[in-house]
């Protein structure tokens, strides 16, 4: 794309999610409706819905030739990934933003060709928007971002999908040994903005392509790896065990997780 319809989408992508950032934070001045989807733990509200729904408005008059993959359902089915594929969790962290009000994302991707694009992670609650892609770098709302230390497993902190750590998936309680320690922040997009400011080196969890194609973008564009845990690369149309890493982490870990 060129530089000039980069920027033209870039300024539509972070208008949209200004709007639906001021959708939320109306919705949760009300009652929330939140319903189990796969099991009491996997919930969802009406707010997901209703902002999946805006976004993905907003992207069918911007770029009506687009395919659009929603975690909510209000996109379209996907088969393959040519022309211009957006991403979309309208809300990343839905536990969190039931019981917290707090630590949760707005997060979209556009891959063109299977390519990523762009990525955007949105801290709701701290209004932040962690924006950028392999032609522009990595923002922090308007500051640029600079790519974070390449630290080793043990000179970091890790985080982890908290029930694979409890039943021990793979190995996964040997990598948070071999780190600095452990911490869970129960948001794929916060986990994300975590790994790109260098907070933490290493981020292992099963997840969907709504849940790791804007962070995996972000990661790669700042010299980090998104990758399966056995060094794979990512299905943009399937569920895989993600880890996003610093080079090193991720040497150090593959041994590890077996
Ligand atoms: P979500 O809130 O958009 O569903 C911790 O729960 C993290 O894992 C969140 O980023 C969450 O995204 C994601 N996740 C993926 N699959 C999940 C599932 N089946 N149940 C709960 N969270 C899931
Ligand atoms: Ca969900
Ligand atoms: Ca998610
Ligand atoms: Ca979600």
């Known amino acids: 794309m060129n530089e000039a319809e980069l920027h033209r989408v870039n300024r539509a992508v972070k208008q949209w999610l200004q709007a639906s950032r001021s959708f939320i934070l109306g919705k949760m001045q009300q009652n929330l409706n939140v319903s189990e989807k796969t099991s009491r733990k996997d919930l969802v509200t009406n707010v997901d819905k209703e ?50 009000h707090d630590h949760f994302a707005i997060m979209i991707a556009l891959y063109i060709d299977g390519e990523g694009v762009l990525g955007y992670v949105y801290d709701v609650m701290n ?28 000179d970091g902190l890790v985080s982890v999908s908290a029930p694979m750590l409890v039943h021990n998936y793979k190995n996964l309680q040997a990598v948070v040994e071999a780190s600095s320690g452990l911490r869970v922040y129960g948001s794929a997009g916060i986990e994300m903005i975590h790994l790109l400011t260098g907070e933490i080196v290493a981020y292992l969890s099963y997840l969907k392509p709504w849940d790791f194609g804007a962070g995996k973008i972000l990661a790669e564009s700042l010299g980090l790896t998104a990758t399966t845990v056995d060094g794979q690369a990512l299905d943009m149309l399937s569920s895989d065990f993600v880890m996003v890493a610093t080079v090193k982490a991720q040497q150090d870990i593959l041994p590890i997780i077996g």
């Open 51 to 100: 902002n999946e729904k805006l976004l993905i408005n907003k992207i069918r008059t911007f770029a009506p030739k687009s395919q659009i993959l929603g975690e909510e359902g209000f996109g379209d089915q996907i088969k393959q990934t040519s022309g211009w594929v957006w991403v979309v969790d309208p809300i990343d962290g839905t536990m969190n933003f039931v019981k917290q």
């Open 127 to 154: 209004d932040v928007i962690y924006s950028g892609g392999p032609q522009i770098g990595v923002f922090k709302n308007d500051e640029p971002l600079s790519a974070p230390a390449n630290l080793n497993l043990r």
